[in-house]
């Protein structure tokens, strides 16, 4: 008998809600969304209010809110959103110190009730959150990936099209590296529908659409305050959607690095094939001599902020 798949979203906040909303409207399966006590009744209560939104929008799964991680045994697919996002004038990685401890008990439970689920770690600083879970999970690098390539490709994307002048959905472009201010636009591989993205936009408002790509995320910290929501959520959900229907998808994601593009031991956004196995594959894709200068600078930031957690 074929059964729905049971997604669990670690922390009902912001990303949370967006998320049960998305996984719900598409039908990917029945949703936990987990909080900690204090936050059980809110975390319930945004799942009833979902799960009857469901009547009027037409899906039928089930949405449930919980604080008990026993309900999440199982779970097929995790999304983890648990922690502190930034506020105007801090950095990803000043979030460190309050994420790590959250991360680190996800990661335990995790452990203990679905060892098995494909986890897309969301929380903040990235690409230390995403090392840290899979080093206490002690799983294999293919069954964990940490979204931020595919928000930061769709952030650079917008911004190529609104100044080319043409539809979003033409703009091929990739984000790679540390999801940080040192985040690497890769520029000789941005296309719109194949004509090099340099045919159409001026070099000067290249460098500007690169420079406000990497301080995206910043950008909309000043104007609301705190993160982002609903692109991050919508990103997770295609990395979630690739692994659940098998569909072999190249995106940006924080993988976990065994000797690829010369790094190891190390997760950070490079393209991957995301497949029914989780991360299949990790594409080299060539770089020019500029672009790996800069993937060497963002890694260098990556392992400065794993190294803080590996003494922590
Ligand atoms: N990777 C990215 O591209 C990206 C983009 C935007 C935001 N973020 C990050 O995502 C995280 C969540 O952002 P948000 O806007 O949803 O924040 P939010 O504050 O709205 O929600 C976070 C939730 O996590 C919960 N939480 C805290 N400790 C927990 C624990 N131990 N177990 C389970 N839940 C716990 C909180 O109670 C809260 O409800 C932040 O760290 C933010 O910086 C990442």
Redesign the pocket.
């Known amino acids: 008998m074929a059964t729905r798949k049971k997604i669990g979203l670690?922390?009902?906040?912001?990303?949370?809600?967006e998320l049960a909303r998305l996984f719900a409207n598409a039908e990917l399966g029945d949703v936990w969304l987990?909080?900690?006590p204090?936050?059980e009744n809110?975390?319930k209560g945004k799942a009833l209010d979902l799960e009857q939104n469901g009547a009027v929008l037409g899906y039928d799964s089930n949405i449930r809110g919980t604080a008990n991680w026993a309900d999440l045994e199982g779970a097929d697919v995790l999304v983890?959103?648990?922690?502190?996002?930034?506020k105007p004038g801090q950095s990803?990685d000043d979030?460190v110190a309050t994420?790590l401890?959250?991360i680190r008990?996800?990661a335990n439970?995790a452990k203990k009730f679905c060892p098995n689920a494909f986890a897309i770690?969301?929380?903040?600083?990235?690409d230390a959150?995403v090392y840290e879970y899979r080093r206490v999970l002690g799983c294999a690098g293919s069954q964990v990936a940490?979204?931020?390539g595919v928000?930061?490709s769709a952030r650079f994307q917008l911004f190529l099209a609104r100044e080319a002048g043409v539809s979003v959905k033409d703009v091929r472009a990739m984000v790679l590296g540390g999801?940080g201010d040192d985040m690497v636009p890769v520029l000789s591989m941005t296309t719109i529908n194949g004509v090099p993205a340099s045919t159409l936009i001026a070099k000067d408002k290249l460098t500007a659409i690169i420079e406000r790509t990497r301080k995206g995320?910043g950008e909309i910290v000043n104007l609301m305050g705190?993160?982002?929501?609903y692109?991050?959520a919508s990103?997770a959900v295609a990395m979630a959607a690739a692994y659940l229907h098998d569909q072999k998808r190249l995106l940006a994601c924080a993988a976990y690095l065994d000797g690829e593009y010369g790094y190891k031991d190390l997760f950070m956004g490079v393209p991957c094939i995301i497949g029914g196995k989780g991360v299949e594959k990790i594409i080299d894709i060539p770089l020019t001599e500029e672009e790996k200068a800069m993937l060497a600078n963002s890694a260098k930031s990556v392992q400065s902020v794993v190294d803080v957690v590996k003494k922590s």
């Open positions: 670690i922390g009902a906040g912001n990303i949370g809600g987990y909080d900690i204090a936050k809110f975390a983890i959103t648990a922690g502190i996002p930034r990803r979030l994420n401890p959250i008990d996800v439970n770690v969301i929380s903040n600083p990235l959150m940490g979204m931020a928000l930061d999801h995320g705190t993160s982002a929501y692109a991050p990103s």
